[in-house]
């Protein structure tokens, strides 16, 4: 790499960046990857060396893999971690500290599956599948209408997750609301079918969501940052799926979350230089930004030749230049961007790319993702 071209890299990605009250050093931020090494869903200090690594690697925020909030119904996984009891919650008190001592900030993300839980599965295996409307991603009936006391129950989950993140001394706290899980699958007019006021329009679709970020809000400090992940695709090859049509319904959906407290917009694709609507080159985050004012994320195949889900379809995942965000990120469409699998091959991803080193950078493979390297 050129002189110029890393001169170029370092003021770019090398810009503080201020999260609400957060300070973040750069731009860069270590994207939410599902990685099942917590058994009975408590982080152990294996989670908490390989989470500090990326901290010493000097990635300016790290978001975690998803956490299961404390409701029945929330996994399907024995080793995904819970944010909830004693011993899950001192785990990742321990893990906020190793990334603390080197250097870094992090954000748990709280998570429920929804209609993808398997019944039968841990953490519950008794507790029962549920969504908006029982209907899985499939469009098969095959789970049970969240009544009233469900949604009432979940929005308290989520409110103590975050209340948890706070007192546990993380720097902000994540909600999942993307990829077909339950809160986009309140936002998804396919598995949304209700007639109450969590169903029909855009707007009401949303109140689910908008419900859970004004309870997180109202449990934490004003100027503890809540991010709240969305995504048009949705798991299982719906990668056609769309929450909203056109930017107008976008903004709807936005506009009542930033009404409900979100700080920020982390706006998950599978390739993050993909225009979002017609007639306009902004990707997914670029709108958000773009109407909200918010700050947002963007993510999707950073620094690699192909996307996530194609590594297990046996593709090889070549390391890539940066160019096109180097250029998305000047014209400022987006704030930060996060890094996934090119994190989890090198943890010393950004240290490399800062410094021009790119050579050296240790490219992603599908091994990985069954290691805490």
Request: a negative charge; aromatic letters at 8%.
């Amino acid at each position: 790499m050129s002189v110029n071209a890393v001169e170029r890299v370092k003021n770019v990605l090398s810009r503080p960046f201020s999260l609400g009250a957060l300070r973040l050093p750069n731009r860069v931020v270590m994207a939410p990857m599902t990685r099942e090494f917590s058994p009975g869903g408590v982080p152990g200090e294996d989670v908490a060396r390989y989470y500090a690594r990326r901290a010493a690697g000097g990635v300016g925020l790290i978001i975690t893999e998803g956490t299961y909030v404390g409701h029945d119904s929330a996994g399907s996984s024995a080793r995904v971690p819970h944010f909830y009891g004693e011993e899950a919650l001192a785990g990742w008190a321990a893990v906020a500290e190793a990334v603390h001592q080197e250097g870094g900030r992090i954000m748990p993300q709280l998570w429920h599956v929804g209609m993808d839980r398997v019944v039968g599965n841990p953490p519950v295996p008794d507790a029962p599948r549920i969504g908006p409307s029982g209907i899985a991603l499939d469009g098969t009936l095959s789970g049970r209408e969240m009544t009233q006391a469900d949604i009432d129950n979940v929005v308290a989950a989520y409110a103590s997750g975050a209340a948890s993140a706070e007192a546990l001394g993380f720097d902000g706290v994540e909600i999942h609301g993307g990829h077909g899980y339950l809160i986009d699958e309140f936002l998804w007019e396919y598995t949304n079918r209700r007639s109450d006021g969590y169903g029909g329009d855009v707007a009401r679709r949303t109140r689910f969501a908008a419900e859970i970020v004004t309870a997180c809000r109202e449990s934490v400090s004003g100027d503890f940052p809540i991010s709240f992940r969305l995504s048009q695709w949705k798991m299982g090859n719906h990668y056609q799926a769309r929450i909203a049509e056109t930017p107008q319904e976008l903004e709807t959906v936005l506009g009542l979350l930033v009404e409900a407290g979100a700080d920020a917009f982390h706006c998950s694709t599978r390739r993050f230089h993909l225009p979002e609507f017609e007639g306009s080159d902004l990707n997914l985050a670029g709108w958000a930004k773009k109407i909200t004012g918010k700050p947002a994320i963007s993510v999707g195949s950073v620094g690699l030749s192909n996307e996530f889900l194609q590594v297990f379809q046996g593709e090889q995942a070549n390391v890539t230049d940066i160019v096109d965000l180097l250029d998305r990120m000047e014209r400022d469409e987006f704030d930060l961007i996060a890094v996934g699998r090119a994190l989890l091959g090198d943890p010393e991803w950004l240290t490399k790319v800062l410094s021009g080193r790119t050579e050296e950078l240790n490219a992603f493979h599908v091994g990985l993702v069954g290691s805490l390297h």
